[in-house]
T-cell receptor, first 112, second 116 residues
């Protein structure tokens, strides 16, 4: 069983709509959670980090964390064609200082 | 600031050849990492260096060696390349100042390696 699971997609989203991405993790003691965006042929770029249960908003992005249910999600509001990319979920546990476990990523395609 | 730089950007090797991938960061970060990315597999950690002078194995270290040359530079060596090592390799660095939970990794542009 993978430690960090994401739907591979592609997730097709009309321009202006909300894209909803989910990520589940298996290590119950995980403490830190990150969302990276990766354009095709490029390197991952951090867009959100979240450490506490609840919601965290940054511009059009909202990360949601539920440690009891072991999932973290990312909402992209008012989706734009420039949001078309693969979104990687990354999780850090308490027993692996500095190290991250990555999901395989969800591909998002925003259609005009 | 250039951030994290990697050389080369592309490389084609024949089975059995050796090569070294170079990585450097100018952010005065303590920790550095090497990942490989394969389709459908996400990023997998090969080796990491928590601080200058230390290196540790990650999830998929077989067939690789690393050297933390100084605080800025972290190289990855393939001694005898195999087709299974065809992948995209990313170097990353993080401050690792002690607040482990909030430590953020920044990635280089990647090296696309093909082993024939």
């Amino acid at each position: 069983q993978k430690e960090v699971e994401q739907n591979s997609g592609p997730l097709s989203v009309p321009e202006g709509a909300i894209a909803s991405l989910n990520c589940t993790y298996s290590d119950r003691v995980s403490q830190s959670f990150f969302w990276y965006r990766q354009y095709s042929g490029k390197s991952p770029e951090l867009i959100m980090s979240i450490y506490s249960n609840g919601d965290k908003e940054d511009g059009r992005f909202t990360a949601q964390l539920n440690k009891a249910s072991q999932y973290v999600s990312l909402l992209i509001r008012d989706s734009q064609p420039s949001d078309s990319a693969t979104y990687l979920c990354a999780v850090r546990g308490t027993d692996s200082w500095g190290k991250l476990q990555f999901g395989a990523g969800t591909q998002v395609v925003v259609t005009p | 600031n250039a951030g994290v730089t990697q050389t080369p950007k592309f490389q084609v090797l024949k089975t059995g050849q050796s090569m070294t991938l170079q990585c450097a960061q100018d952010m005065n970060h303590n920790s550095m990492y090497w990942y490989r990315q394969d389709p459908g597999m996400g990023l997998r950690l090969i080796y990491y260096s928590a601080s200058e002078g230390t290196t540790d194995k990650g999830e998929v270290p077989n067939g690789y060696n690393v050297s933390r040359l100084n605080k800025r530079e972290f190289s990855l060596r393939l001694e005898s390349a195999a087709p299974s090592q065809t992948s995209v390799y990313f170097c990353a660095s993080s401050e690792a100042s002690g607040l482990a939970g909030t430590d953020t990794q920044y990635f280089g542009p990647g090296t696309r390696l093909t082993v024939l």
